[in-house]
């Protein structure tokens, strides 16, 4: 098994060699079937390679010696360990399903070929980063999956638009990635390695000052920040649906913006020491839960009110995180994966269905035309909302009672609001969509149409997933043995949770409650026309604002856009135009100016040039003399 | 013979050839007649010549009046070369005017 681990990354990658190469003259279902066929074989040995961690403990596996640079010393190696294959079962199935679905969504995509040669070489790059065994290796993936998200949300590259968007991602996310390396850097400085086997364990005899770790641990959390799309650096995120469907459920739902969570989650050991950091990402965290399920409530793109609404999840992980319950975040990481792809996944057969229609307020009636989309959206949206026995009910219900338990009353009752506030814009989105009459075009009536079975069968698998996911780490109380957070306790330490049976029990009452009662009202309320959602120039007061995302895009346009862009124009008309290309234009014009005024010396007379002859003989004669 | 030769003083053979190297050279560039500058420069050929000889006389080494032949020869054959494209020259532009001859210009 162990030689087999480096097949694992490797085969994404043969596969984005192959299509990125020779896709041009595959035909689209070999293209297909190469893409989706490797991140299925990878899937197999990912499943392997779990019931080796199961039955053997972590397994090591060096390539080759990366660098050596005076003590620094980088293998190639990865660490399959319970996290990080936990990861990859995520990224290897999750990515398979979307593989699949992808055949049939980007059936008439001229750039077909490419687009599976891309999302190949994002499942390497994401994959590098999970089982990479230093925090080298996880940089190289993180920029790697940087690089995918940026070539993925400007697919279409000659709309200008979503150019913008994937540069927009890009930028942002760099700003993160030089937070993550100051970090790596810090570390080196105190732990002279950056394996995770010479730094992890070692903390503990290390002794080291509070600050400095309380310094590398916010450094890593702005990596985080920007990869996971928390404030502020969160914009980047929503503007990403500018990529296909496919991609914003594989890259900007499912996996890559989980990176962050997986960084901290794997750094458990520097933040646990650190308080402070700690406290900062649960604020963070929970900022970004309450701000973005505010925006996503008067979203009116289908796919908006859906990236809100993973900003708004991932808020609610860091807050996870932040209160000590790291296995809490990946079980939510887990079935998010679930519900916000099958959600995506579902949207984008909505949208394949209306024909590239994305407004919600043109839907409206989905349900008899499209069946299984519907049901599955279902599924998805009571998932997401807490609808109990679902997965998110009991993944968010187990950040809730550890915020419960560990940040006290105030802290639950901001995190219920925001899941609150999940459930009011799931339910919305849902009705809107599905339920009253058709509001769109006759054409699209017209063209409305079920999605092929190559697109409903991964969304019911994804929706079967969704149901049951929460089963993976059933409570204690309700008679569960918490199996995902003790498969992961060799790598992260169980939180305690000290409640009562009678607490939990009234904390999951009142979340499911609130649930309930928030998908009945939103039903209530949106099955009456005049409470649908109007034209956003038709909005007053904070609802205009919210509609409008806060402003914070325009904030951060005069903040921190336009001034760069002036200080650009500065440097460009100044300093390069006038003194840099001044100077070298400058030496330019005078030899030209000099050869102008020599030139005039070589007249063809014969008899000048012998005197200047005898004239240049008779002057080093004279030189050597004296 | 060569005691009388070695009775003048070594800087007045000097002096000499400089003075005939220089009106060579002089004649070379300021005479336009063709047949002159090859003169001139046979004059100044010849000044060389004749310090190679005094040197070879005084350091009584050979070797300086073998490199004299050695001139000679090439002169010859400078002259006969010369000559023969002044030939063609006249031929060609009826002068012997080096002055016209700017083709090289442009």
Known sequence: MNQL??????????????????GRNLSKNTVGVIGSGVLLASFLLSIAAFNQVAASGPIQSTLYN?????????????LVDQLSVWMMLIVTGVGFLIHVYSVGYMHDDEGFYK?????????????????????????FGWEGVGLCSYLLIGFWYTNREYGKAARKAFIMNRVGDLGLLLGIFMIYQQFGSIAYADVFPRIGEMSLDAGIITTICLLLFIGAMGKSAQIPLYTWLPDAMAGQTPVSALIHAATMVTAGIYLIARSNALFSLSPDAMHFVAIIGMATSLFAAVIGLRQNDIKKVLAYSTVSQLGLMFVALGMGAYASAMFHVTTHAFFKALLFLAAGSVIHGMGGEQDIRKMGGLRKAMPITFWVFLIGTFAISGFPLLSGFFSKDEILAYTYAHGGFGWWAVASFSALLTATYMGRLLYVTFFGEFRGTHEQEHHLHESPAVMTLPLIVLAVLSVAGGFL????????????????????????LHLDHHTETLLMGTATAVALIVLAVTWVLYSKKTNLPVADSAQTGLTRWIANKFYVDELYDALFVRPTERISKFFHYYVDIQIIDG???????GVQRLGAELRKVQNGNIEYYLVGMVAGTAALMLTLWL | MLETIQQIPIEHYVLYSSVLFVIGIFGVLTRRNAIVVLMCVELMLNAVNLLLAAFSTYLSDAQGQIMVFFIMVVAAAEAAVGLGILVMIYRNTKSTDISLLDKLKN
């Open chain 1, 5 to 22: 681990i480096p097949l694992i990354p490797f085969l994404p990658l043969i596969g984005f060699a192959v299509n990125g190469l020779f």
């Open chain 1, 66 to 78: 990366f660098f050596t640079v005076d003590s620094l010393n980088v293998n190639f190696g990865f």
């Open chain 1, 115 to 139: 687009f599976f040669a891309y999302l190949n070489l994002f499942i390497f790059s994401m994959l590098l980063l999970i089982m990479g065994d230093n925090f080298l290796m996880l940089f």
């Open chain 1, 473 to 496: 780490n059933v409570p204690h109380f309700l008679g569960g043995h918490q199996w995902m957070a003790g498969w992961l306790s060799q790598v992260i330490p169980v939180a305690e």
């Open chain 1, 583 to 589: 100077i070298v234009n400058g030496v330019g014009a």
